[in-house]
């Protein structure tokens, strides 16, 4: 006899669970909810291109803050909604990212090479928009508030609920692409290129190209999520949206529930946005009640302490760690049997 698979129960209970938090939460806990489910959208987007294809990038942080930057300056000089200007920075952050993926992948740049030269990208971009006064220097852009009925025009909202929903809708869709995406031809010619790209070629997939449009889909998509923190922060800066330090914390939900799965970035983001959040109510504990100094950046460090754990024991993340148990339990099953 079959036995049922509780899983789809399980997966609206939890949709329903999270879906219901605005009647019930408080605004810390949204607050949190909502950072924690843009990085899992960030997430989600970048493993497109980690997960899937294998490679690397250390550079997602521009694709985050061209979305940031194209929808303000466009809302704050010619007046137009960040409701149309997000797709506007979202077709320049995904034709940056085919070039991107072009000149690395033309010339053949792979593995810690191509790490470094997303690295290398973003970090000279972050200096471009530190240094060009009208793009806000280091100072960033403030956006203008708009108050009243008009501000949802705008993508703008007074309680914090309506950006919630927002995010939940947003993590949902990059969800759906995801799936259809590994279902689909680009999905199977991607994970063929992650496991030998060689053999890939030898079977006449065109390597470069479909590296490239995984690079444009994944800098489209995530731009969007730069265009989510702008409206609900009502501010940017280079430091915030972009750059090596930014890209890491992107990178770090997908590393730890599993990248090149589909539900790893979630569940990675769900966990490690929590465990940052306490490790700066610790620091400033600690800071209060002991008068210490120096202990800032205590939360990047537990960062760096999770990833060397993570890689250790569960190199393939939670969700793979799970998956592998569950074959594990499956062989010995079917020996015994």
Request: aromatic share 14%; hydrophobic share 50%; with cysteine.
């Amino acid at each position: 006899m079959t036995k049922s698979r509780p899983l789809p129960f399980i997966y609206v209970a939890l949709a329903v669970f999270f879906l219901t938090i605005p009647l019930y939460g408080g605004d810390y806990v949204l607050e949190m909810l909502i950072i924690a489910f843009w990085f899992a959208y960030l997430g989600s987007c970048w493993n497109i291109v980690g997960g899937y294809t294998g490679l690397l990038s250390l550079g997602h942080g521009t694709f985050v803050g061209i979305g940031a930057y194209a929808s303000t300056l466009l809302f704050a000089h010619l007046g137009l909604t960040p409701w149309i200007g997000m797709i506007a920075g979202a077709v320049v952050a995904s034709m940056a990212g085919a070039l991107l993926g072009y000149l690395s992948f033309r010339f053949k740049v792979r593995g810690v090479y191509f790490c470094l030269i997303t690295m290398a990208a973003t970090e000279i971009v972050r200096l471009v928009f530190e240094h060009v006064n009208w793009l806000g220097s280091t100072i960033g852009i403030f956006i203008q508030a708009v108050k009243g009925a008009g501000g949802a025009a705008v993508y703008q909202f007074g309680p914090k609920w309506p950006y919630y929903l927002i995010i939940m809708a947003m993590t949902g869709g990059i969800l759906g692409i995801s799936y259809l995406i590994e279902r689909s031809k680009l999905g199977y010619f991607l994970k063929a290129i992650k496991d030998n790209e060689d053999a890939a070629r030898s079977l006449g997939i065109p390597a470069i190209r479909y590296q490239i449009i995984a690079m444009a889909i994944s800098g489209f998509f995530i731009a969007l999520g730069g265009t989510f923190y702008a409206q609900y922060r009502l501010y940017i800066r280079p430091d915030l949206v972009m750059g090596v330090h930014f890209s890491v914390e992107i990178v770090m939900g997908p590393v730890l529930g599993g990248w090149g799965t589909l539900l790893g970035p979630i569940l990675g983001s769900l966990v490690m946005t929590p465990l940052g959040e306490f490790t700066r109510w610790l620091t400033e504990i600690i800071k209060t009640t002991f008068h210490m100094q120096g202990l800032t950046g205590l939360h990047m460090i537990t960062y760096g302490l999770v990833l060397v754990l993570v890689v250790r024991f569960m190199p393939n993340g939670i969700v793979g760690f799970y998956l592998r148990r569950r074959e594990l339990k499956r062989e010995k099953e079917s020996a015994a049997g």
